[in-house]
Nanobody
C-alpha cells in the first residue's frame, strides 16, 4: 500500500520562497506522473504543476517562471520549489501521484494506474 507524506509548507512573506516535498512509501509499486495541486478557501482545487516519470513538466500559467517541479525517482519524491511567492499563492497544497501496484493482476496493457492524494500542506503568504 502506497502512502504519501508531504512537508515544507509554512508561513512566508511575499517575495519569499518555500520548497515542498512529497515522499511516496510502500512496496511493490512504481510511480508514474506526479504533481502538485492547490486549493484556497472558497475555490476549487487547481493544478499547479505536474511531472512525468521521464521529467516532462507542465505548469499552470499563474506559476510559470516562479515555481519549479522536480522529482527523484530513486527516492520516490517530488518537489515543488516556489519562488517569488504572492499572497494569491496561499492555499493548501496537495501532492498527487499515479502509481502501478505490482500486486495487481496485469492486464493486456500491463498494470493499471492508481491515483493517490497526499494529506495537504498549508502555505501562507503574508503581504
Amino acid at each position: 500500500q502506497v502512502q504519501l507524506v508531504e512537508s515544507g509548507g509554512g508561513l512566508v512573506q511575499a517575495g519569499g520562497s518555500l520548497r515542498l516535498s512529497c515522499v511516496a512509501s510502500g512496496s511493490t509499486f512504481r510511480l508514474g506522473d506526479m504533481g502538485w495541486y492547490r486549493q484556497a478557501p472558497g475555490f476549487e482545487r487547481e493544478l499547479v504543476a505536474t511531472i512525468s516519470r521521464e521529467g516532462r513538466t507542465n505548469y499552470a500559467d499563474s506559476v510559470k517562471g516562479r515555481f519549479t517541479i522536480s522529482r527523484d525517482n530513486t527516492e520516490n519524491t517530488v518537489y515543488l520549489q516556489m519562488n517569488s511567492l504572492k499572497p494569491g499563492d496561499a492555499a493548501v497544497y496537495y501532492c498527487n501521484v499515479d502509481y502501478q501496484d505490482y500486486r495487481d493482476m496485469p492486464g493486456p496493457n500491463g498494470y493499471r494506474y492508481h491515483e493517490l492524494w497526499g494529506q495537504g500542506t498549508l502555505v501562507t503568504v503574508s503581504s
